[in-house]
């Protein structure tokens, strides 16, 4: 009988185009040895895989042609930055007529991976591969595995970019259902900074798409990284990422996730903590309805003295929709002096909204701030009834909470442009002008 599974089909791709480096075919080692996880693994106990796993996929690859050019041309106009460096992809495949870049290659190499492996060959090869870890994430080594295409984007030391770099990558199922694998890689270099943010998109389809994304970042001493991730994908369109950080002395990283629609959403964060004086932040929202299900599990791994992370995760679901907070802080023995925070809070909308919510510490160190919370509820009545008491209806009302609810996010998205888009977006659905 044939196969018609995701991993039946992952297994007979690798086979067909078996991978070339080292790093490739270990983790095609991996991924032959991992199974899709199920909601026995405590990893995955809230979010059920089973109608991504069952699926016939495609795997994505094409040319950049008119008709893709077309499909992507709407979300890069969507943005209204003029100064910014763009990379467009859609289904994994570069378009470089709707790209450019602005800064001068003295400050930012910049390109689509593929020809980063030639063109930027020494720091390619110095960092690719070598901070996502595959070892337990199925994903993460079919993305390895099977030469996955994005972003290659490399600061020297001490230079300041100051454009944003703006990255989008469009989902089109139209032939049928398909799988998209996108990959990135950032480095930034000693006392360097940089601004990226990665816009995942989907285009309203009958098919299902599924991106499987994987991004490795790194921080050098002294460096400060802005990152966001917009997540805007049809309710047909799945996305799982995994997005490993890893940060050396004095550096600053601050991370906003903001995800909006699409149908599972599962979204792994982990940062790697490894020098002494470094900020990060984690931020992230997520505005749900009907049937949408997004997973955030995030990870602030402390391994050296003297630095602070702090951690803001707001969510606000109507409908169906469905969420899933997993916060870890991890505290080494050496990691002693570190200031830690983390805070999940939810507004439910609808009485068939849900949220699973788990904030973790786990600390091996006896010199240390830590605290976590969560809340869970409904919309406070009292600032409701005082805003009805001075003349506004109670929808314009409710709409004026939950966009100031939000809002607390939206303002740590420093790329103005970017802000307003998602500003748009959630002020739409909460029928609202702004």
Known sequence: ???????????????SKPPQSDIQKHAAEVFRSLDIPTTKNEEWKYLN????????????????????????????????????????????????????VVSPESDLKISNLREAKSKYAAEFGKYFGKY???????????????????AF??????????????????????????????RNLF???????????????????????????????????????????????ANT?????????????????????????????????????????????????????????VDNHTVADHRQPHSHSNELYKGLLDGKSQAVFNGKIFVRQDAQKTNAFQSNKNILLSPNANVDTKPQLEIWADDVKCS??????????????????????????RALLMFAFAEDVLERIQVESVRRHVEKIIAARLKMDI
């Open 132 to 150: 996502a870890n595959d070892e337990h994430h199925i994903f993460a080594a079919l993305n390895t595995a099977a030469d996955a295409e994005g």
């Open 49 to 100: 895989l089973k109608n991504i796993a069952s699926r016939a996929y495609t795997f994505a690859n094409g040319n950049a042609s008119d008709t893709a050019a077309a499909i992507a041309k709407p979300f890069v106009e969507a943005y209204d930055e003029q100064n910014a460096n763009v990379l467009v992809f859609v289904n994994g495949v570069y378009m470089p007529a709707l790209s450019r």
């Open 1 to 15: 009988m044939e196969k018609t599974d995701l991993k039946s089909l992952a297994l007979a791709y690798l086979e």
């Open 153 to 182: 984007i490399y600061v020297p030391n001490n230079k300041t970019v100051e454009a944003p770099v703006i990255l989008h990558y469009i989902a089109s199922a139209e032939a049928g259902d398909v799988l998209v694998q996108t």
């Open 237 to 293: 369109s799945s996305h799982i990422g995994f997005t490993q950080t890893w940060q050396l002395q004095d550096s600053h990283y601050a991370n906003t996730t903001v995800s909006l629609s699409g149908e599972i959403v599962r979204n792994n964060l982990h940062i790697a903590i490894d020098g002494q004086n470094c900020e990060a932040f984690m931020n992230g929202l997520y505005v749900l309805d009907g049937n949408t299900v």
């Open 187 to 233: 480095v930034v270099g000693t006392s360097a900074q940089l601004t990226v943010v990665e816009h995942y998109n989907s285009t309203e389809q009958a098919n299902h798409s599924l991106t499987n994304m994987v991004t490795e970042v790194f921080v050098g001493g002294n460096a400060r990284f802005d990152h966001y991730k917009i997540q805007n994908e």
């Open 372 to 397: 976590h919370g969560c809340t869970v509820g409904a919309l406070d009545e009292e600032p409701l009834f005082y805003l009805r008491a001075r003349g506004i209806n109670e929808e314009n009302a």
